[in-house]
């Protein structure tokens, strides 16, 4: 593992995650408790995707650990899915 798949790196790229949430609510929920983690900046839903796709910027490199422990407590799960968003 390395910076880049370890990590969510400062710039306008951002990490896509996808999770196993479905309803908006719950995506509100999550938004809210990733948006807690010291550096994230803005956190994106795409809600007619399937899975639901989060797109999360920072303002400094934030772990992806610290992300997923984030949105564990809220009784769901995200998994990053690229590097960069294609």
Known sequence: MGLLSENVIPGNHGKTFETNATEHEDLEN??????????????AIDEIAF???IT???SSIVK??????????TGFHIVPKSLFPL
């Open 30 to 43: 999550i938004k809210t408790a990733i948006q807690e983690v010291e550096g994230v900046n803005n956190v």
């Open 51 to 53: 899975p639901k796709k």
């Open 56 to 58: 999360i910027h920072t």
């Open 64 to 73: 992806v650990q610290d992300i997923e422990n984030a949105v564990n407590r």
